[in-house]
């Protein structure tokens, strides 16, 4: 029978936190009184995560787990465990209790309110290294800047969906996946709800600089053409230094008279000139490569929240149409 509720946990070595996620989760769901399902997908740990999590699933059918063969990475074991939910409404959550489940009460009563995504706002985040703090406040206000898409800021994966918004997500099969990213990409009414992001309850952070950085490049190459097109503002300041150069030079010349930089001026110009030609060729190719890129891509063109006073005809019409990007939530 489907739940109305799914929560997805990603783990990572996470065999210290799993008990008490699931004593929290069990708390507050049961203080729902209405259905619900923990899915816990093991992202390839090396500790006792799987046993924990296999034992948990024989004692209560609600938790399901999926196993994966190896270390996937936290965006793609969120994916996996969305594919794996069927309820009408979806809560991510970290499994280390740095979102408080008691929020997940919040989230729902603004989704009966009506909001079909409410994501939860860190105010303050504790117990984590400055450089932490930095690099993450940075983070998202450079991608709050350079994206095309409104993400908002200080915002992570900790979110409720509506089934809608989940199987919208489900049919983006794009492979390097920023989660928030897409989520603000497909739309439909969005809420935050601020909160005060806890520490970590037990073992070590699983996002070690590599990771952070590669997750930026997928956020910033996901949703942004801006490295593809800074060229073209060297490109444009190389050309007025080029052109500005010519009768720079002949000041200079008279004022310090005919020696001054010899015979390099000619090389001096005509470097500027090509450098400036052939960055702005660049920012040309970047411009192609960008577009395909977005076809390769193959994200659905857009999402439909409803569809008012069609025939059923048309209707059936259009969405066969549409019809690859339909989800199926067990791909
Ligand atoms: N995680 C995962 N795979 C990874 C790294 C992390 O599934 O490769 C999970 C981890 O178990 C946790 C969540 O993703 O539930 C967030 O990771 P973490 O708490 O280490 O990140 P931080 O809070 O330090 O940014
Ligand atoms: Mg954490």
Not at 120 to 125: L, T
Request: with cysteine.
């Amino acid at each position: 029978m489907k739940p109305t509720y799914s929560i997805v946990a990603p783990i990572y070595n996470e065999e210290g936190n799993i008990p008490k996620l699931y004593e929290r989760i069990c708390g507050v769901m049961d203080a729902t009184g209405e259905s619900w399902e923990l899915v816990c997908v093991n992202d390839g740990s090396r500790d006792r995560s799987a046993e924990l999590l296999r034992d948990l699933s024989v004692r209560d059918p609600r938790i399901k787990m999926v196993n994966f063969a190896r270390n996937f990475g936290h965006q793609i074991a969120v994916t996996a465990g969305l594919h794996h939910t069927s309820g009408d409404a979806v809560v991510i959550i970290d499994a280390d209790l740095q979102d408080p489940p008691e929020l997940i009460h919040d989230m729902i009563e603004r989704w009966k309110a009506g909001y079909q995504v409410v994501y939860a706002v860190r105010q303050e985040r504790k117990g984590e290294t400055w450089f932490k703090l930095l690099t993450a406040k940075l983070f998202y206000r450079v991608i709050y800047r350079i994206t095309d898409v409104d993400i908002p800021m200080d915002t992570g994966d900790f979110r409720l969906m509506d089934r809608k918004v989940v199987d919208a997500l489900n049919s983006m099969k794009e492979h390097n996946r920023f989660i928030r990213g897409l989520t603000s990409w497909i739309g439909f009414k969005q809420t935050g709800i601020k909160y005060v992001r806890e520490e970590r309850q037990w073992g070590e952070t699983k996002y070690p600089l590599k990771k952070m950085v590669r997750f930026a490049m997928d956020a910033i190459t996901g949703f942004s053409y801006f490295p593809l097109q800074i060229m073209v503002y060297v490109s444009f300041i190389l050309g007025v230094l080029a052109v500005l150069a010519i009768p720079i030079i002949a000041l200079l010349r008279v004022i310090l008279g005919f020696q001054f930089l010899g015979g390099q001026v000619t090389h001096i110009v005509l470097l500027l000139v090509l450098s400036s030609f052939q960055l702005f060729f660049l920012f040309i190719m970047g411009q192609y490569v960008a577009r395909i890129y977005d076809e390769t891509r193959d994200r659905p063109l857009y999402i439909v929240a409803e569809r008012v006073g069609f025939d059923a005809a048309v209707e059936r019409e259009a969405k066969q149409l549409d019809k690859e990007k339909v989800a199926t939530p067990s791909t």
